[in-house]
C-alpha cells in the first residue's frame, strides 16, 4: 500500500494543531477570568472572588504548559515537512511569530511566575498586575498567530518577485481583510469555552453537594457570561461569514454545500455531498435562507461550486459537516445559557438537576465547536496554502512516505498519552476541589497595616 507524502504531511500537521489548540483556548479565557476575580477580589474585598482566582490558577498553569509544548512542534514542521512554504513566504511568517514570542511569550513567561507562587510574596496590586498581564499576554499571542493564520486566507501587502513574497506594507499584512473578525471569533469562543467549562465543573459540585458557595457563585458567573457572549459570538459570525463570502466564496459554496450559482439559495439543513459527481444525494432544504444570511437578501445570489475548475475545490464532506456542528453546538450553548438565565429568575438554577447533568456533560462542547471552525477554515481554503497564490501540493517538503509515517505515527502515540496525563491532572485537581479561604483574611491584612503604622508613631 503506497501513501502520499503530502497527504500524510498535512494529516501530521492537522493533528498536532488540533491537539495544541485545545490549550490556548481554554488559558485564554482561565487567564482573563482569574484576572478579573482577582481584581473582584480587590475591590470588594469579598473571598469568594479570592477563592475563584486561586482555584482556577491551578488548571491554568498545566493548560498553559500543555499549550507551550505543543505549540513548539508546530512552527518546526514548517521546516521539515512544508520547506517551500518557509522559503517563499518566511519575509510574512517569520516575523509575525517573532513578534509573537517578542511580545506574548516574553510577557507570559516574565510574570507567570509571580502569578503562580507569587501568593504572599508579592502586594495585592503587584500580584494582580501581574495576572493582567498574563491575560493580556494570552490575548497578544493569539492576536499575532491569527494575523499570520488570516494573511494566509486573505494575503495582502505583499509582491511576489521571482517566487519570493515581499512585504510593502506591514499594517495590510497585519491588519488583512479576514484578520478582524477572526481575531474576536477566537476570542469569544474562547471565553465560551472557557465559561462552559466552569458552568460544568460549578455543576459536578452542586450534585455532589460539594463546596457549594463557591460553586454558586461560578456558575452565576459562567451563566451570565454566556448569555452575553453567546449572542455576541452569533454577531460576529454573521460578519466573518460575510467577509468569507466576498473573499472565500468557493470555502462559503462547501459550507452551504451549494453546487450550481443559485439565486435565492436555500439552507440545506442536511445534505449527503457527492464530490464526484458535483452534487448533493440527499438534501432537506429551506427555500431562500442561505440568500438571506448569506447576502442578506432573501433573492440574493451565492457562488456555486462548479464556479470553479474541480481542482479548486476543497474537500467539501468536511467542510459541510465541520459547519454544522459548530452552529449546532453553537445553537445548543445559547439555549443552554437563556435556559440558565429563566431558571435564574426562577430561583431554580442551582437546584435544577436535569440542567446541571446537562452543563456537567457540556464541558468538551466548546472545544468540539472551536476545532470544527478550524477545520472549516483551514479545509474550506484548499486546495491553496496561501490563498490564490501557493497550492499546498506544490509548497510541501519531498519527505519519503514511510519517514512520515512514522513520525506521524509517533505523534500519534504520544500526544495520546499526554493528553491522557493531561487528562488525569486536570480531574485530580477538579476532585480536590477549591482550599478554604476564610473571611478573616482581610481583617488580618486591615490589622498588619494598623500595628506597622502605629510602630511609626513616637509617643509624645
Known amino acids: 500500500m503506497e501513501f502520499d507524502p503530502a497527504i500524510l504531511s498535512r494529516i501530521q500537521f492537522a493533528l498536532t494543531i488540533s491537539f495544541h489548540i485545545i490549550f490556548p483556548t481554554l488559558s485564554i479565557g482561565l487567564a482573563c477570568y482569574i484576572a478579573i476575580m482577582e481584581g473582584l477580589w480587590l475591590k470588594l474585598r469579598q473571598p469568594i472572588y479570592l477563592q475563584q482566582a486561586k482555584f482556577w490558577i491551578k488548571p491554568f498553569a498545566i493548560t498553559f504548559g500543555m499549550g507551550v509544548v505543543s505549540g513548539l512542534v508546530l512552527s518546526y514542521q514548517f521546516g521539515t515537512n512544508f520547506n517551500k512554504f518557509s522559503e517563499i513566504a518566511s519575509p510574512v511568517i517569520g516575523p509575525l511569530l517573532n513578534y509573537e514570542v517578542l511580545t506574548a511569550f516574553f510577557l507570559e513567561a516574565g510574570f507567570l511566575g509571580i502569578m503562580l507562587f507569587g501568593w504572599n510574596r508579592v502586594s495585592e496590586k503587584i500580584h494582580f498586575g501581574a495576572s493582567v498581564i498574563v491575560a493580556v499576554g494570552t490575548i497578544l499571542s493569539a492576536f499575532w498567530i491569527l494575523a499570520a493564520n488570516s494573511w494566509m486566507h486573505t494575503p495582502a501587502g505583499v509582491i511576489i518577485e521571482n517566487d519570493q513574497i515581499l512585504v510593502t506594507s506591514w499594517l495590510e499584512v497585519i491588519f488583512n481583510p479576514s484578520f478582524p473578525y477572526r481575531f474576536a ?78 439565486q435565492g439559495a436555500g439552507l440545506r ?53 465541520s459547519f454544522r456542528l459548530m452552529i449546532g453546538i453553537g445553537i445548543f450553548l445559547l ?89 488525569h491532572f486536570f480531574k485530580k485537581l477538579i476532585r480536590q476541589g477549591p482550599e478554604t479561604i476564610n473571611s478573616t483574611t482581610n481583617s488580618e491584612n486591615i490589622t498588619n497595616a494598623v500595628n506597622s503604622n502605629t510602630k511609626q508613631v513616637k509617643p509624645a
Do not use: C
Open 185 to 262: 471569533h477566537m476570542l469569544l469562543a474562547s471565553f465560551i469555552t472557557t465559561l462552559v467549562v466552569i458552568a460544568s465543573v460549578s455543576s459536578y459540585y452542586l450534585l455532589k453537594k460539594r463546596h457549594q458557595q463557591f460553586a454558586k457563585k461560578s456558575l452565576g458567573i459562567a451563566v451570565a457570561g454566556l448569555v452575553v457572549l453567546t449572542p455576541i459570538q452569533a454577531f460576529v459570525g454573521d460578519l466573518h461569514g460575510l467577509n468569507t463570502l466576498e473573499h472565500q466564496p468557493v470555502k462559503v459554496a462547501a459550507m452551504e454545500g451549494i453546487w450550481e450559482t443559485e
Open 335 to 423: 439555549a443552554m445559557a437563556y435556559l440558565g438565565l429563566w431558571l435564574a429568575k426562577k430561583g431554580t438554577l442551582f437546584n435544577n438537576t436535569y440542567y446541571l447533568k446537562t452543563l456537567k456533560w457540556s464541558a468538551p462542547l466548546g472545544f468540539i465547536a472551536t476545532l470544527s471552525g478550524w477545520y472549516v477554515v483551514e479545509v474550506g481554503r484548499q486546495p491553496w496554502l496561501i490563498q490564490g497564490l501557493f497550492r499546498t501540493s506544490d509548497l510541501v517538503t519531498p519527505l519519503p512516505a514511510e519517514r512520515v509515517l512514522i513520525s506521524l505515527i509517533g505523534f500519534v502515540v504520544v500526544y495520546t498519552l499526554l493528553f491522557g496525563v493531561y487528562l
Open 269 to 321: 439543513l442536511f445534505a449527503i455531498p457527492d464530490q464526484q459527481q458535483a452534487k448533493n444525494d440527499f438534501e432537506i432544504v429551506i427555500p431562500k435562507l442561505a440568500s438571506l444570511i448569506l447576502t442578506h437578501d432573501a433573492d440574493g445570489t451565492v457562488q456555486g461550486l462548479n464556479a470553479v475548475p474541480e481542482n479548486e475545490r476543497p474537500p467539501v464532506a468536511v467542510v459541510f459537516y
